[in-house]
Every structure is written in C-alpha cells, then in structure tokens.
C-alpha cells in the first residue's frame, strides 16, 4: 500500500541514537511477529531488540497506531519513523495476520472466512452484516474441547489454541476485506463496518483466557481498532472459573451457552454441564454484572425439537435466571450434515419465545444467517481438520 501521511511530526532524534539494534542471535523458526502484542509487550520487544528505554514508550505509541489505526502491514510504510530505524524493525520483527484460503460470500450478505494460521491449521471466521452494524464472529481455537452435541465444531476435536495475533488477525483480515481502515486524507467514516466482535465461533474462549484477554485488549485499545467493550461479547459453555476474570480483566460482554434448564438435559447437550451443573453457574453467573457494571447477560438457548422446547423448559427457564440481569437469545437449530437433532417448528418457538416475554425478558429469535455456505451458529468447522464422523456416530454420542 501507498504509506499514509503521518498524522505526527516526524521525530527529531539523532538518527545514531534511533538505529535499532538487531540481536545477535536469531530466533528460532520465524521472525518475532509484532501483531498480537499488549503495550507492554510491544514496548519490552522493542527495548529487547535496542531500543533506548528512553525512546521505547514513543515508538511503541507510533508502530502501535501503524498497526492498529492504519492497519500497515510493511514496516516501509511507517514513515515518521527514520529510515535505519524501519530497516532494523524488518530485520528483527514480522507483522504477519491469518492468511484467506478461501472467502464466501452468502445469499443474505454474511462472510465466511477459512483462514490458514500458523502450523498449517486453520480456523473459520464469519461477518454478518445488518443495518446500521456488521458483527464479526471469531474464533478461539483450533477445534473445540467440548463436544457439545448440537454443534458442528463440537464434532471436531482440538487441536490447539489461537494466539492473540490469530485472534486479532481474524479482526485485522476481516477489517481488510472490507476496506475498512481509515484512508489518510479522506474523512473519517461515521458506520462502522466491523462495529460488533463475539467470540462465538470455534472452540471455548475461556479455556484459552490468556490469549482471548490480550487479543480483546488490542481491539478495545482506543488509539487502534477502538471497539467499546459493549461492542465485545463473549461467548462461554460456562468455564466457572474463569468468569469472574472475565469480569474483572476483560469487562466485556457475557453469553452464556445455555441450552436446557435441567442437568440431564444439559448434561447431554453441554457436557460441561457435568462439571459444572446449573447452579454452580448460575451462582457465578449472579455476581458477573456487579463486577463489572455492563448490561444483560445475555443466555444462548438453541431450539431444538422435542429435547428442550417445551412449555415447562420456558417456564422453568425463567425461574432459573431469576435475579440476574437477562435476555434470552433463542437459536432455530442450524442444522448440519449428520446432526442428531432436528429444529423446533416455528410455532414452537414463538410459543416459548412468549412464555419468556410475558415473564418480562426480552427473548429475541435469532435469524439465521449464512446457511448456505454452513456460515450459521453451530456450523463452524474447518475443512482440513474435519474428521468426519457418520450420522451413527454423532447420534450414539449424544445419547450418551
């Protein structure tokens, strides 16, 4: 790309004293990739590869808003910075993101993106437009652990957890396609394409906290990518202890993948159910909005027909979650190849959806996107890591 006019003045400092040092020895495999770094992390790279500690605070604020602001990619671009200081950058650093193997695009709009990361793995990605907003829709591992009986990426096994460049590289790709970045010279776009992220597509956030936290961190940070944390939702199966450092490190927004509303049901259809039962979660659950003073939890409820639809599920739905701040989220099972379930007809839905509303929370139904190109909730599931199973198979689990 073209390099954007810097928005600072260029620095005066004496070029002998901006020079970065290379260090003598070469890591292992590939360059240190920039991308995914916290502020501290960035600034302890630089001062590791010779940056003065002096300088260091300044130009981890300058390549932060390179990366993050204008989204630049080559270190030639980052023009306030002297020429010698940009060539030690290439020679000690990488700025690498997720690599689009394949991009489809569906009937309704919605974007699904099969991404390559490192190891040769890959990963799915989603962006559903709507008006007025664009939500993406990101991943956290390779796989999942949970084997949720109704999901799609439940039947793949996992393979490995997403660093925080391969998550925030699904944000900074996504962001690409779009043409999304700001333009030097141009006025500044007032919709945001990419205005919502939830961690809603493969794996289980919480089980890669670490990770998820510093990515989430980035993409809150207000001199880069700038989403709010109300803009950010995190979606969990119900990892007890890890919520309340959800609350406490991230701030974000809380989904609970919910999905019965007894521990037999659920001990079937979220077999983490079985170490965490209802209540423990819902205790913890109790405390999330006074930690960290945001809006509704928000709770995931996939209909699926004649396992969790019924009118008691509703009304017991609704006794349960008394207390907490709330909206029900109600999912039409997405319906994948082999599934053991089939959806709740719509008149069941609407049925449950009253129940819930006369109680007085908000039960919106979800609109299912992206069926086509297998883009909808639950369907995720990387093309070379499937493993197929037969319909038998998937069935004889879920019973189990």
């Not at 998550?167 to 779009?178: C, E, W, Y």
């Amino acid at each position: 790309m073209t390099a954007p006019t810097p928005q600072a003045p260029i620095t005066t400092t004496p070029i002998t004293q901006d020079v970065l040092t290379i260090p003598r020895k070469a890591p292992e495999g590939q360059r240190p990739n920039l991308i995914g770094l916290t502020r501290p992390q960035l600034r302890a790279a630089l001062i590791a590869a010779g940056t003065p500690e002096k300088q260091a605070k300044m130009r981890e604020g300058q390549i932060w808003q390179w990366l993050y602001h204008w989204g630049v990619r080559d270190f030639a671009s980052m023009t306030n910075l002297s020429k010698d200081y940009r060539a030690g950058l290439e020679q000690a650093f990488d700025i690498r993101v997720p690599e689009i193997v394949t991009r489809q695009v569906s009937a309704d709009g919605t974007r699904k993106y099969l991404l390559k990361i490192d190891g040769g793995h890959e990963v799915e990605t989603v962006y559903i437009p709507e008006e007025g907003r664009g939500t993406l829709c990101i991943s956290s591992q390779v796989g999942c652990t949970l084997t949720c009986s109704f999901c799609h990426t439940g039947t793949q096994k996992l393979v490995r957890n997403l660093t925080a460049a391969e998550i925030v590289g699904q944000v900074m790709v996504a962001r690409d396609d779009l043409g999304e970045w700001p333009v030097p010279g141009e006025p500044k776009r007032e919709e945001r394409l990419v205005s919502n992220v939830v961690l809603m597509g493969m794996g289980e956030p919480l089980y890669n906290f670490d990770n998820v936290r510093d990515a989430m961190q980035i993409v809150m940070d207000g001199e880069g990518i700038s989403l709010s944390r109300r803009r950010i939702t995190l979606s969990t199966s119900g990892i007890v202890p890890e919520i309340a450092r959800t609350a406490e490190e991230i701030g974000c927004l809380l989904a609970i993948s919910f999905h019965a509303t007894t521990d037999a049901v659920r001990d079937r259809l979220v077999p983490v159910n079985k170490k965490w039962n209802i209540a423990t979660l819902l205790g913890a659950l109790r405390d999330y909005p006074r930690l960290t003073n945001s809006e509704r939890i928000t709770f995931e409820y996939v209909m699926l027909d004649g396992v969790n639809d019924s009118d008691e599920d509703a009304r017991r739905l609704v006794r349960l979650i008394a207390g907490i701040p709330a909206k029900i989220n109600l999912i039409p099972f997405n319906e994948w190849p082999g599934a053991p379930y089939r959806r709740s007809s719509w008149d069941r839905i609407e049925a449950f959806a009253d129940i819930i509303f006369k109680a007085g929370y908000a039960s919106p139904i979800r609109t299912p996107r992206g069926e086509d190109i297998m883009a909808a909730c639950g369907q995720l599931k990387s093309a070379t890591e499937r493993g197929r199973k037969s319909a038998a198979q998937i069935a004889a689990e879920a019973a189990s």
